[in-house]
């Protein structure tokens, strides 16, 4: 059976990217496509290292004092989280657009600090109503970095009659480094831990013949969903077409909101290591998913390539798709640069 997933309701963390569910590697297009400029260095998996960098000073943020309309704003990880080397910081100001001639103030209210230090940027983005902005550093996070973001937002004016609401404070860890690097055209997928390789993996991925290759480029895991039930049906494909299914799949990791899983999949048994008859998703035996399952955490990095006619991934929108932009490029997306981190 050739399978796309849906899963039945979705995590606060999944709402920040703004879509909601459709289907494993089709359904509705992410709204953001990614650029054809250089995403050089991002996918190369050697975390920061602390390097001498100095603030843009940032100006004062403009407050709006009986604002008409207030907006919370969404922030992953959640506070307390233990993630993956490729989580980012994601702030979303839902169904709202933040003038631009504001965003330097919003980001000088936004203060992130790593132990050890890790400098980095943060990089705005619109699509389908929504404002986000990112943190990232210009390669992964090292792993064992505690993060601390203290986002002082209160009364801060997004646009005209508009402001944010509250102040918040969060603060996550990140756990070990895990980059999962699936090759299409070999059909495998390489585990990798904090360096080490630990397992390589006979998987089936998206068939590109028929429209469904799996997205290329570095996408992170976006929850840990355990069971998953698949339909057919969320991508207009009856049951009982030659390419329908219907049922539930264990140990399911998402990497999309439009719904590319790393998942067992025991009845494509036989295609694992030889052919790719997905609608995008990674399946492997149970004993491999289970297993990486238990390895895993929101926020580890998959990294896919090898397809023939590569499909890219979105760059926001559909998941966490941010280390596919070059660090020039995703300076450029930022009001005030580089942060030091402290």
Known sequence: MRRISRCLGLSAALALTGLAVTACGGGAEAEERPAKSSARGSSDPAPSSPAPVSEKPAPSAVLLSGAARTVRPEIAPANGEKVGVGQPIAIVFKQQKVAEELRAGIEGRLKVSASPQVPGAWHWNESKGDTRVHFRPEKFWPAGTKVTLDARLAGVKLAAGTAAAGDRTISFTIGDSMVSTVDLKTHKLTVVRNGKTLRTIAISGGDEGKGFGTREGIKTILAKEGRVVMDSLSIGIPRNHR????????????????????????????????????????????????????????????????????????????????????????????????????
């Not at 149970?286 to 979105?314: E, I």
């Open 243 to 342: 390419d329908g299914f219907y049922g539930s799949y264990d140990y399911s990791m998402r990497e999309t909101v439009s719904g590319e899983y790393v998942h067992a999949a025991p009845d494509n048994a036989e295609s694992f290591g030889k052919e790719n008859v997905s609608h995008g998703c990674i399946g492997m035996s149970t004993d491999d998913a289970k297993w990486l399952y238990g390895m895993s955490l929101k926020g580890d990095v998959v990294q896919v390539g090898g397809g023939t006619k590569p499909k890219p991934m979105d760059h926001f929108g559909n998941g966490y798709g941010d280390w596919n932009i070059g660090w020039e490029q995703w300076l450029e997306g930022s009001a005030l640069g580089v942060r030091t981190g402290r």
